[in-house]
């Protein structure tokens, strides 16, 4: 009997679609073509804003960053379809070290707790959970805290 189901299986496994197997017949596959992912960029005010509510207002914040750029005299949406070029990345990435510096001197102001040393894990997510919460506007989950805390160690 185990044979005849086996037989029976791979009879069925056999039959296409197309040749009375019991499906529908097929059709050519759609293209399908989806649009290159992309990252809308802040405006430099909304950068600024952004790091202001997140650390508060005694921040000092980074002064050279990349142009905004207008498209019909808007610059929100020229700064949607800018792109950011090489020097620009080297400016955020120095703005995100300045910024870094300045909360990682001030530790004690954004927990309870403030390892000395080594990175507690609970302390650092006590610190990153909420923070993330702001920054995505949603809770983050389990996995990207983890992320989060595997970065800080």
């Known amino acids: 009997m185990g044979r005849s189901l086996l037989a029976l299986l791979a009879l069925f496994a056999s039959c296409s679609p197309d040749d009375g197997g019991g499906g529908p017949p097929r059709g050519a ?12 960029r802040l405006t430099d005010a909304e950068y600024r804003n952004t790091l ?10 980074p002064v050279a960053l990349e142009p905004d750029l207008e498209v ?9 379809q800018a ?5 620009g990345v080297e400016r955020y990435e120095d703005a995100a070290y ?3 510096e300045q909360v990682a001197a001030d530790r004690a102001r954004w927990s309870g707790c403030a390892p000395a040393g ?8 006590a610190v990153l959970r909420p923070l993330a919460r702001m920054a995505w506007r949603r809770a983050p ?4 805290v983890t992320t989060l805390v595997s970065i800080a160690r």
Do not use: I, N, W
């Open 29 to 40: 596959e759609p293209a399908v073509a989806p649009a290159p992912a992309q990252l809308r």
């Open 52 to 61: 202001r509510d997140l650390f508060g207002e005694a921040l000092v914040l």
């Open 72 to 80: 019909d005299g808007l610059v929100a949406e020229g700064a949607a």
């Open 83 to 87: 792109a950011v070029s090489p020097l």
């Open 98 to 100: 300045l910024v870094g």
């Open 118 to 125: 080594a990175v507690d894990d609970a302390c650092a997510e």
């Open 141 to 144: 989950t389990d996995p990207e």
